[in-house]
């Protein structure tokens, strides 16, 4: 496989138009599925997929129906693992203090991407996974993020054409998230309440090196705690210098994304 397919894609190209159409679905998909998603002709993408199949980076069921290959996942999970390695005994040790699904996450883009997760056995709605993304005004990691960033990240995020509401509590108006940041950056902590999930509600903070926002780390629970989860910042706040400390020469880099907040309209 080289060279350019007459649609004008690379190789590289075609590979991520396929491996992206599985990003937002842990189902399979038909190969008229795949088409549709991807834009490639059947014939393209069916020797692909036959290609990618036989390496274990895809797999194909009895159906014909195609999934992620248990080869993709084994490489995936190198991904920033240093790092990973790096913090989890840390949420692991805050987990134990609160009984609660704690998580950390940077971000991406407009986004926020969860890089560890600890969960509760609470039933509480699950927002997002490891590897998933939110958007960063729905979250209590997002807001603990982009209120601290610099202030051009924070004016391009503020001045998009539209912010998705997730639910009836996600705040979508300028001026009402521009107040809410503003109580982050006062206070040091970042709430939701059921903005991202209905009946899941959360409590961030921010992770700092060298005085500048990498990261957050934060917890969800039921919304009948959403009045006194508050009492939950102390930890937070002493995990956050915990991580920063032991991650002092990590290469969150590799995982942050200093692009211009992406314009959605």
Do not use: C
């Not at 699904?101 to 890089?115: C, F, K, N, P, S």
């Not at 509480?124 to 603990?144: D, E, M």
């Not at 990498?214 to 991580?243: C, K, W, Y």
């Amino acid at each position: 496989m080289s060279g350019r397919n007459r649609d004008g894609t690379g190789v590289l190209e075609r590979l991520v138009l396929i491996l992206e159409a599985f990003e937002s679905t842990s189902g399979a998909q038909s190969l008229t599925e795949l088409v549709a998603a991807t834009g490639l002709s059947k014939a393209t993408l069916y020797r692909m997929l036959a290609g990618l199949v036989d390496a274990g980076l895809l797999a194909r069921d009895a159906d014909s129906r195609y999934t992620l290959g248990i080869r993709l996942w084994e490489i995936a999970q190198n991904a920033g693992r240093p790092l990973r390695d790096a913090v989890r005994p840390f949420l692991q040790d805050m987990f134990s203090l609160v009984g609660e699904t704690t998580h950390l996450a940077v971000r991406e883009g407009d986004e926020v991407l969860y890089i560890e997760r600890i969960y509760g056995t609470r039933r509480v709605p699950r927002a997002s996974r490891v590897g998933g993304r939110l958007p960063l005004h729905a979250t209590a990691v997002g807001k603990a993020i982009l209120a601290f960033e610099e202030d051009w990240v924070r004016e391009a995020y503020l001045d998009r054409e539209r912010m998705e509401r997730a639910t009836p509590h996600t705040i979508v108006d300028r001026d009402a998230l521009a107040a809410e940041l503003q109580r982050v950056r006062r206070t040091g902590y970042a709430t939701t309440r059921e903005e991202v999930r209905v009946g899941s509600s959360s409590i961030a903070v921010p992770v700092f090196q060298l005085d500048h926002v990498v990261a957050a780390i934060g917890i969800v629970v039921n919304p009948e705690q959403s009045d006194t989860m508050v009492r939950f910042v102390p930890a937070l706040q002493g995990t956050a210098r915990r991580i920063a400390k032991v991650t002092a020469r990590a290469p969150w880099e590799s995982l942050l994304q200093p692009s211009h907040p992406t314009p959605r309209g």
